[in-house]
């Protein structure tokens, strides 16, 4: 079974700049999550989506960061502008209702 | 008060030693507990996930007292192989996003 996708694996940008990743969940899997990993820390939860609909973006900082799963499958994380405190590593993770998530391999943003 | 706190370690222990991380949590609403392992630049794994009751996989036996409201995780005999950071992980009543520790690193040396 194909795990969860996600794309770019790196980036690296300037800071005012924007940068969008791409997350594919696993096939069926009804939830997804974008977390924020930062160097030391446990990952930390940005936003869940539930099929299209989002269930808690509690943590995400709506002034620059963004995300969208417009037809209940794949989802992108837009952050505009980057803070240099935006470097980290953003994970994406599915599961099928409330069970176990599975993480994919994340991007590493590092904002100069 | 963090909601997850763990000792970040690292804890450098000998092939074949035994060695135990423990966890506390600050929500007494949390219901559901896990023990992840996240290796250096690659993504969280679940481990296993930890009953009232303990509960054992090989070598591994996790366990979680509520009235203390920690959580422990116990590997026997350890190999070069289990080298990696344990994410001790909480998920509250009635809602299904992850709560994480900042991890403990665990160095086995040959």
């Known amino acids: 079974e194909a795990g969860v996708a996600q794309s770019p694996r790196y980036k690296i940008i300037e800071k005012r700049q924007s940068v969008a990743f791409w997350c594919n969940p696993i096939?069926?899997?009804?939830?997804l999550y974008w977390y924020q990993q930062i160097l030391g820390q446990g990952p930390k939860l940005l936003i869940q989506?539930?099929?299209?609909?989002?269930?808690?973006d509690s943590q995400l900082p709506k002034d620059r960061f963004s995300a969208e799963r417009l037809k209940g499958v794949d989802s992108t994380l837009k952050i505009q502008p980057a803070k240099l405190e935006d470097s980290a590593v953003y994970l994406c993770?599915?599961?099928?209702?409330?069970?176990?998530?599975?993480f994919g391999p994340g991007t590493r943003l590092t904002v100069l | 008060r963090k909601e997850v706190e763990q000792d970040p370690g690292p804890f450098n222990v000998p092939e074949g030693a035994t060695v135990a991380f423990n966890c506390t949590y600050s929500?007494?609403?949390?219901?559901?507990f896990f023990w992840y392992r996240q290796d250096c630049r690659k993504e969280p794994k679940l481990l296993m996930s930890?009953?009232?009751s303990g509960n054992e996989d090989g070598r591994f036996t996790a366990q979680l007292n509520r009235a203390s409201q920690y959580i422990s995780l116990l590997i026997r005999d350890s190999k070069l192989s289990d080298s990696a950071t344990y994410l001790c992980?909480?998920?509250?009543?009635?809602?299904?996003?992850?709560?994480f520790g900042k991890g403990t690193m665990l160095l086995v040396s040959p």
């Open positions: 993770a599915s599961s099928p209702q409330d069970n176990e998530q599975f």
């Open positions: 096939s069926g899997h009804a939830t």
């Open positions: 989506f539930q099929n299209n609909g989002v269930v808690d």
């Open positions: 929500n007494s609403a949390s219901q559901s």
């Open positions: 930890v009953y009232s």
């Open positions: 992980v909480v998920k509250r009543e009635g809602y299904s996003t992850l709560t």
